[in-house]
């Protein structure tokens, strides 16, 4: 059956149907062509430290020399990246993409458990560790392939300033744990080290793998989605046709709060605006919002990317509405349902529709943005962009008519080429005409604009972030006084929703205090059960398995 594209007619003025995923061979490809372009301009910017694209140029290319010609390291090598928003993250990164290598990657913020997983799985050969996050790295490393090791302060880019922050980090705010990890060498040497090797040519084709992007897995278990450069150029070149009508050369400033480790911001943000010759401001913590208006006040910004909890918060943050948003043409909300409240909010406060997009780990991410004139907030997540289809299927695999509500699929260059070493998974969300299966519970309306009704049945979305209740109650299964654990997810205004877990005690004297602790230890924040409910028993089919959904149903709407 033939996809039918109403989203054509109703394309923003001068966005093409279709974009051109080989203009650039790779993502090394169109960062030089940026560099050429836009040398002397302000590229990434971060605790008052700014990287032109010549330096970041310079430094990119000593640290793709010293992982070449000082650790010998050979094509398609995985280098996991374990830090947050800092100078030293593009830097890294744009190094192992331009030594043709496989980034990977990590959460900062994973547990021993998770790291050790990812690690594992990956066979990552180089980790490079923030100092904060080192003795959780020190924990995993005996049992993993791991033979490098990189070290870095949150300073240490940052000149006299970044010394004083160091210090400050580690002996006042205590905020850097003692570890130990023999053979570690600081990033600021590898660069030294790199600047006494020259750089080899290396082919970096479009079909080699240029990010191992983990994602939540329904068993419970990380995927590493494979995302080849082809994947990553084809999805920058569709959003940049998507918002390229609503920017000026060289002239953007964009908000980069979002985590680049996070496939959102590492696309829109990383990728899309280097093309713009953009300047990237990091922001590290945005939680502190306080600190994060405090910083927006500085900077004459004219784009800011987020997640919906990222806009409620900073529209609940005093001194926000004294920001100055002359400048901000692009505000883009995604990872997570943007409610309709802070949609409005944002728009009365700023003057700039927050416009909903819509992707996955899978798709580099960006499959659907709503146009960039929108007038105001409409409930869709847009249209599908230049070069992607869509279609809503049934539980038999048949495309559905206008209207109809079933599983949304997609297809377009932008799609991973499978999840890493895990041909059954990849089987089953690919299916035999190259369609995408989402899991996401979907309609489409007669001008081709999508609408999410329900999402996949069990995931929960916190803060832009997939919770998979398996994974939750793997671990708090392992608790010698749990008997039965289901999770939900339950709605919250501030994330969107926070997990719940349902539990039937083996030991009577078992504590939700208990429970909560034994999560702290073994499960990343966004991760741990927020609510925590003892009963007798836990509803199941006729055939045992735990029902998710009667709990689900259960819960205030």
């Known amino acids: 059956m033939s996809v039918e594209r109403p989203w054509l007619d109703h394309y923003p003025a001068g966005v093409p149907a279709q974009i051109d995923p080989d203009e650039y061979s790779s993502i090394v490809a169109v960062m030089e062509t940026a560099i050429a372009s836009f040398r002397d301009r302000p590229a990434f910017a971060n605790f008052g430290k700014t990287l032109t694209y010549a330096e970041i140029d310079t430094l990119s290319a000593q640290f793709a020399a010293y992982l070449l010609g000082a650790l010998r390291l050979r094509k ?8 947050p928003n800092c100078l030293q993250y593009p830097v890294a990164t744009f190094g192992v993409l331009r030594a043709g290598l496989t980034v990977v990657n990590t959460n900062p913020m994973y547990t021993a458990r998770e790291l050790r997983h990812q690690l594992v799985d990956s066979g990552a050969k180089v980790l490079l560790v923030l100092d904060n996050f080192g003795d959780t790295a020190a924990e995993v490393l005996p049992d993993t392939s791991v033979q490098h090791v990189i070290t870095t302060g949150l ?4 000149g006299v300033k970044g010394s004083v922050m160091n210090f400050v980090l580690k002996y006042i705010k205590k905020m850097v744990p003692e570890y130990r990890i023999h053979g570690a060498v600081r990033f600021n040497e590898t660069l030294k080290l790199g600047s006494r090797h020259s750089l080899p040519d290396i082919d970096v084709g479009p079909e080699d793998i240029a990010f191992l992007q983990y994602t939540g897995g329904t068993t419970g278990v990380a995927k590493g989605a494979m995302l080849t450069h082809r994947n990553m150029v084809a999805n920058m070149q569709q959003a940049s046709a ?8 060289g002239q953007e400033i964009i908000i980069t709060a979002l985590p680049l480790y996070h496939i959102f911001a590492l696309t829109a943000n990383g990728l899309v605006f280097m093309k713009f010759g953009g300047l990237n401001h990091m922001i590290t913590n945005p939680r502190d919002m306080p600190g994060f208006v405090k910083e927006l006040k500085k900077v004459p910004f004219t784009a800011i990317t987020g997640v919906n909890t990222l806009f409620n918060g900073l529209l609940n943050t005093p001194g926000f509405d004294e920001v100055d948003f002359s400048k901000l043409r692009l505000t883009l909300g995604g990872g997570m349902a943007v409610q309709r409240s802070v949609a409005e909010r944002w728009k009365k406060t700023t003057g700039c529709t927050l416009i909903e997009a819509y992707g996955l780990t899978e798709t580099a991410p960006a499959a659907c943005i709503n146009p960039m004139d929108l007038a105001e907030y409409n409930g869709a997540i847009g249209l599908p962009i230049p070069s992607t289809d869509a279609c809503i299927k049934d539980e038999d695999g048949n495309m559905l008519p206008v209207g109809e509500v079933g599983e949304l699929c997609l297809k377009g260059p932008q ?21 995408l299966h989402t899991g996401d519970i979907a309609r489409m309306d007669a001008n081709g604009f999508f609408y999410v009704v329900d999402r996949k049945k069990d995931m929960i979305l916190v803060s832009g972030f997939n919770v998979y209740p398996n994974e939750v109650e793997d671990v708090i299964a392992m608790m010698p006084g749990v008997l039965e654990v289901a999770a939900i997810g339950m709605d919250d205004e501030h994330s969107g929703e926070v997990v719940k877990v349902v539990v039937v005690k ?8 208990q429970v909560s602790a034994f999560a702290r230890e073994n499960l990343t924040g ?8 003892f009963r007798s028993e836990l509803p199941k089919s006729n055939v045992g398995k735990i029902l998710r959904r009667e709990l689900r149903d259960e819960q205030p709407s």
Not at 76 to 83: E, H, L, N, P, S
Not at 155 to 158: A, C, E, Q, T, V
Not at 242 to 249: A, P
């Open 76 to 83: 398609g090598d995985r280098v996991a990246i374990m830090m």
């Open 506 to 513: 083996k030991d009577p004297s078992l504590t939700a205090e």
């Open 242 to 249: 998507w918002v390229g009508t609503n920017v000026t050369l």
């Open 526 to 533: 966004y991760k741990r059960p927020k609510v925590v409910e």
């Open 155 to 158: 300073g240490d880019m940052l």
């Open 415 to 435: 799609v991973m080429k499978g999840y890493w070493q895990l041909p059954r998974e990849t089987a089953d969300v690919m299916d035999a005409d190259g369609w």
